[in-house]
């Protein structure tokens, strides 16, 4: 399957400073790519879909200049946490989806886990 | 509005078979998913059904009746490493998947 790679697995940052994760398609070009958060023991929370060379769009209630996200090239889509505060920690996984069909499954990232101390 | 029901948690033993049932309410539908995920794991794509039938790869097969709303997941052959969270997602009309909670499976010896 196609590989999706997802940087870093692991983050500690303090509270006020801003974290950016990466996400890559490696071997396929993503025209739409996912972000999710995950609390423990809860499911995947959509938080924003974004396609290349546009902006995201949010679901309700994530406050997107607080989460900044930029998909500049069918590889690539970042998701900036800034001002990181200790509510923020949570574990944050991309997945990203082909050109080819829209039926296709998304491929995702190992995922992030942040900790804001 | 959209909704997809699993349980919440499943105990099953080691070599046996378990299925999964999964039903789904969603805006459209473009196919149901099934991802398994390990603790402090990313999913992992399991299976994907559109049409109705079965669908076999392996120990694991999948079953969707489009009818009924419904999907299930079988495990066959359990071994201890299966144990983990079972997610079922459906694709509404928007190509936006709506996610279940997720089952977790403990496997016993």
């Known amino acids: 399957g196609a590989v999706v790679s997802q940087h870093p697995s692991r983050v500690i940052c303090k509270s006020g400073t801003s974290v950016k994760i990466e996400c890559r398609s490696l071997?396929?070009?993503?025209?739409?790519m996912f972000w999710y958060r995950q609390f423990p023991k809860k499911s995947l929370m959509l938080m924003a879909t974004?396609?290349?060379?546009?902006?995201?769009?949010?679901e309700q209630g994530v406050e997107k200049d607080k989460f900044l996200i930029n998909h500049a090239s069918l590889t690539l889509s970042t998701l900036t946490v800034t001002s990181a505060h200790p509510e923020d920690s949570s574990f944050y996984i991309c997945?990203?989806?082909?050109?080819?069909?829209?039926?296709?499954?998304?491929?995702f990232g190992q995922g992030t886990r942040l900790t804001v101390v | 509005g959209q909704n997809i029901d699993q349980p919440t948690e499943m105990t099953a033993t080691e070599g046996a078979i378990v299925q999964i049932n999964c039903t789904y309410q969603?805006?459209?539908?473009?196919?149901l998913f099934w991802y398994q995920q390990h603790a402090g794991e990313a999913p992992t794509f399991l299976s994907y059904?559109?049409l109705d039938g079965l669908e076999e790869k392996g120990r694991f097969s999948s079953f969707l009746s489009r009818s009924k709303g419904y999907s299930y997941l079988l495990l066959k052959e359990l071994q201890m490493k299966d144990s983990a969270s079972y997610l079922c997602?459906?694709?509404?009309?928007?190509?936006?998947?709506?996610w279940g909670a997720g089952t977790k499976l403990i496997i016993k010896p």
């Open positions: 997945s990203a989806k082909g050109t080819d069909d829209l039926n296709t499954e998304a491929f």
């Open positions: 059904n559109v």
């Open positions: 997602a459906g694709m509404d009309s928007n190509y936006q998947l709506i």
């Open positions: 071997d396929f070009q993503a025209t739409t």
């Open positions: 969603t805006s459209g539908f473009n196919g």
């Open positions: 974004s396609n290349e060379g546009s902006k995201a769009t949010y």
